[in-house]
């Protein structure tokens, strides 16, 4: 899934990038949507996060032994949550290119 894939399949929260995380072996499991430094932009990552909790898909799931990684016919399972610092810095070693200030926008982390 490319970046403007990943904004389109989300398009209802109004995030305004997409990132992927890439290593030596290729992609690395994460992906990260970026929305504006503002209050709205807050609040739309957090309307994310919700609907992640809600299916049952975020953080909890993805750091549990009982995680899906793909759905019946071959369709990848995407887990997500609101990131943290911890998260970002995580994705800033294995992404190319200018690595994300965490403080100055909302983001949200897409596995």
Same mark, same amino acid.
């Given at each position: ?45 957090? #309307? ?7 299916? #049952? ?18 369709? #990848? ?35």
């Amino acid at each position: 899934m490319g970046n403007q894939e990943l904004i389109d399949y989300f398009s209802e929260y109004a995030a305004s990038k997409a990132r992927h995380a890439y290593g030596p072996n290729g992609h690395r499991g994460m992906s990260v949507l970026i929305f504006d430094s503002s209050a709205v932009g807050y609040m739309e990552a957090e #309307r994310l996060h919700d609907h992640f909790v809600r299916q #049952r898909t975020d953080r909890n799931t993805w750091n549990s032994a009982h995680k899906v990684t793909f759905l019946p016919g071959g369709k #990848r399972q995407l887990y997500g949550f609101l990131a943290t610092k911890d998260d970002m810095e995580t994705f800033n070693r294995h992404c190319h290119g200018k690595p994300f200030n965490y403080g100055s926008i909302s983001i949200h982390l897409i596995n």
